[in-house]
């Protein structure tokens, strides 16, 4: 059974920076395109960010210059920093991942609960 598990959101000033991580456990044999997503208040999910296997990276325009977005593939774990966090940037964030485990069962995507990032003005 795999699970994903979020973490590092709070809340924070206008300004500020964080950095969410994402730590995929069970029987995982690997992890391919890692994909961070958030959910604004009133608006539909947005793709934030996302990583391939070969650490190939893409932002949204808003994020481009703000996020960075890494994996560590020994701990099953990936990350989205942000900086110059703006109210805007206010939402749940989460991951999603693909991921082939190892019992034999498709590959398939994976994605957390999410973190909440609240950024006061």
């Known amino acids: 059974q795999v699970q994903l598990v979020e973490s590092g959101g709070r809340l924070v000033q206008a300004g500020e920076s964080l950095r969410l991580s994402c730590v995929a456990s069970g029987d995982i044999l690997s992890i391919d395109e890692v994909e961070w997503y958030r959910q604004r208040p009133g608006r539909q999910r947005e793709l934030v960010a996302w990583i391939t296997q070969t650490g190939s990276t893409n932002y949204r325009d808003s994020m481009k210059g703000r996020a960075t977005v890494s994996r560590d593939d020994v701990q099953n774990t990936v990350y989205l920093q942000m900086n110059s966090l703006t109210p805007d940037d206010t939402a749940l964030y989460y991951c999603?991942?693909?991921?082939?485990?190892?019992?034999?069962?498709?590959?398939?995507?994976?994605r957390g609960q999410g973190t909440q990032v609240t950024v006061s003005s």
């Open positions: 999603s991942l693909l991921i082939t485990p190892r019992t034999g069962e498709p590959r398939g995507d994976y």
